[in-house]
């Protein structure tokens, strides 16, 4: 038998398992973000930057910005400002990601907790927070589910159908707030979920009226923010990805689910994951009925075809379908029957298998920047307060990394000496900050942190620093187009340059 409940071992007073291994699951989790400075995520330097940039804004030091406290997509911010205020800036990227990733992790343990699932499974979830959508900084929608689950626990104490009006109302009020807030996608997720349960349960008309009052609050606030939504044409421009078929590859399903590594390492975490459900399975074949969690295992399976069928980007949002597939995967390996093996057996494999994997990629992590931040300390040590900074990323593609890692590494400058840089989240009008006038553009180049070969010698009239990312070729030749960039620092990957002003008469 698999330990009980929190709620159960606080009565016997025998060891309270759950948390031993839940908090052993956290301590994993954040080992790789603790042993490096800068977390190979893509977004982090500009999710963190948007916290001084908030302060400026509501100080009323930075008239050009405005914080949109009533849009979604804000809930990781919080964990944010906390690492920032807690450290210094340049500790606060490792404290930020170690704080994500606990979310995930405490999220599965509570849930396995309330209904009784394996604390191994729930210790071998804790592996699929590192995913793809981790990897690109998606925050926000990372912590969101924390709020789908504890979404999910509360409909399901709700189903007695003899529950109070009021704490109907509260419960929804409360959850379906938290679900906007946590990501638009979740508050989808979890509309759908309550029209599913409240079908499958046949809930009484006063229930549902209950929570549909408890869901004005944030209907309101979807009908404010909307016409903005649909006014910058969301939804016209997508791109359907591969298909189904290719999806269900194994080379396609660990991409999806994991998708953070390259290398042996994720391969290997997929093939011992469905040897674990593949296990569990057969040898519960008997008796499914009364070892699969059939709320857990049909949203998983919801989930999980959402993932196979969407398309994968739709405008600016992206993995669009994919992002959904470590959610199901996760529900899923709690909602099945764990190996019938000797419990303290299954616990001990769960957790080496956790342990193999947190640990290797705390060295992937520790090799990238060694190898591939070489100069970046440096580089962003060298710039004064308030530096103006064009931020230029010729390399593109890490030989560790799947994702885009570096095209946002320039947005250190901004978190550690505050200033301005070419591209920052302020330009985006789903960011907690946002520029006051979004439609004047820039004066330079738009772009440059996607294609910085459309660098124009007048770009740099509006710039002080140039933080380039580049081969030694590349950085000759801008040397010999561009007499105004001055190397501030030794060659390396990492270069810092400052940008003379243009000559007279020029």
């Given at each position: 038998m698999e330990?009980?409940?929190?709620?159960?071992?606080?009565?016997?007073?025998?060891?309270?398992r759950r948390r031993l291994y839940a908090l052993a699951g956290c301590l994993l989790a954040a080992l790789p973000a603790l042993l490096v400075a800068y977390p190979p995520i893509t977004d982090l330097p500009q999710q963190l930057a948007q916290i001084p940039l908030c302060a400026e804004a509501l100080s009323g030091a930075s008239p050009d910005y405005r914080v949109q406290w009533l849009t979604p997509n804000k809930l990781s911010y919080p964990l944010l400002g906390l690492a920032w205020l807690a450290l210094p800036p340049s500790a606060s990227p490792r404290l930020a990601t170690a704080l994500i990733a606990v979310t995930w992790v405490l999220a599965l343990h509570w849930l396995a907790a309330r209904r009784r699932r394996s604390v191994a499974a729930a210790a071998l979830a804790g592996l699929l927070l590192f995913n793809h959508v981790f990897y690109l900084g998606l925050f926000n929608f990372v912590v969101g589910l924390?709020?789908?689950?504890?979404?999910?626990?509360?409909?399901?104490?709700?189903?007695?159908h003899t529950a109070r009006f009021a704490r109907t109302v509260l419960t929804c009020g409360v959850g379906g707030l938290l679900l906007y807030l946590a990501h638009a996608l979740w508050l989808v997720a979890g509309l759908g979920w309550l029209v599913l349960v409240t079908l499958w349960d046949r809930r009484p008309f006063r229930w549902q009226l209950a929570a549909a009052a408890g869901l004005v609050p944030t209907l309101a606030l979807v009908l404010l923010w909307y016409p903005s939504l649909s006014g910058a044409g969301w939804g016209s421009v997508s791109s359907y990805g591969p298909s189904?078929?290719?999806?269900?590859?194994?080379?396609?399903?660990?991409?999806?689910?994991?998708?953070?590594?390259?290398?042996?390492?994720?391969?290997?975490?997929?093939?011992?994951?469905?040897?674990?459900?593949?296990?569990?399975?057969?040898?519960?074949?008997?008796?499914?009925?009364?070892?699969?969690?059939?709320?857990l295992l049909t949203a998983a399976i919801l989930f999980l075809l959402v993932a196979l069928v969407l398309p994968d980007k739709v405008d600016r949002t992206l993995r669009f379908a994919s992002r959904w597939m470590p959610v199901g995967g996760a529900l899923l390996l709690l909602a099945l029957p764990p190996p019938a093996i000797r419990p303290l057996l299954r616990r001990g494999l769960a957790m080496a298998i956790l342990t193999a994997f947190c640990l290797s990629t705390a060295s992937a992590w520790i090799s990238f920047e060694r190898d591939e931040l070489r100069g970046l300390d440096t580089a962003l040590?060298?710039?004064p307060p308030e530096p103006r900074v064009l931020g230029l990323d010729f390399v593109r593609s890490s030989p560790r990394m799947k994702q885009p890692v570096y095209m946002q590494l320039h947005a250190y400058a901004q978190l550690f000496h505050g200033g301005r840089l070419n591209f920052s989240f302020a330009s985006m009008a789903s960011s907690l900050v946002v520029k006051t006038d979004l439609a004047t553009p820039d004066g330079w180049t738009p772009g440059l942190e996607w294609a910085p070969q459309l660098l124009r010698?007048?770009?740099?009239?509006?710039?002080?620093?140039?933080?380039l990312h580049a081969p030694p070729a590349v950085v000759s030749r801008l040397l010999d187009q561009e007499e105004r960039l001055l190397p501030l620092t030794p060659a390396a990957p990492w270069q810092l340059f400052r940008i003379a002003p243009e000559p007279a008469g020029r």
């Open positions: 330990a009980p409940p929190l709620r159960l071992q606080a009565r016997t007073g025998r060891p309270d924390a709020v789908f689950v504890f979404w999910f626990d509360a409909l399901e104490r709700e189903r007695t189904p078929i290719v999806r269900l590859s194994f080379a396609g399903l660990t991409n999806a689910t994991l998708g953070g590594l390259r290398g042996w390492l994720e391969p290997l975490a997929m093939l011992a994951v469905f040897i674990w459900i593949g296990l569990g399975l057969w040898q519960h074949r008997n008796r499914l009925g009364e070892t699969v969690d059939p709320r040590a060298g710039l010698p007048s770009d740099l009239d509006h710039f002080d620093f140039a933080l």
